[in-house]
C-alpha cells in the first residue's frame, strides 16, 4: 500500500462504527457502477457465443424444466 493510502485506511479506522459503515458503502457503490456496466458486456458476449455454439451443433440445449430440476438439486447438496 501507498502511504497516503496507509494513512487514509488509518484515519478511516478512527471513524465511529456507523461512520465507518457508511464510508464503506460509499466505496462500495462506486465499484458497483464500475462492474455492472463491464458485466452488463461480459454477460451479451457470453450469450452471443453460447447462441453460437447451439447454431453450429456443438452443444445441445436442454429443456427449462430439466435444467430447473438439476439446479434444484444441485442445491440441495
Known amino acids: ?13 478512527k471513524l465511529t462504527l456507523r461512520d465507518r459503515v457508511q464510508l464503506a458503502q460509499r466505496i462500495v457503490s462506486t465499484l ?13 458476449a457470453e450469450a452471443a457465443r453460447r447462441l453460437e455454439e447451439l447454431h453450429r451443433g456443438s452443444v445441445r440445449g436442454i429443456d427449462s424444466d430439466e ?6 438439486e444441485a442445491l440441495k447438496r
Open 67 to 72: 435444467a430447473f430440476r438439476t439446479a434444484r
Open 32 to 44: 458497483d457502477d464500475e462492474v455492472e456496466s463491464g458485466a452488463e458486456e461480459l454477460w451479451l
Open 1 to 13: 500500500m501507498s502511504s497516503s493510502l496507509d494513512q487514509l485506511t488509518a484515519d478511516a479506522m
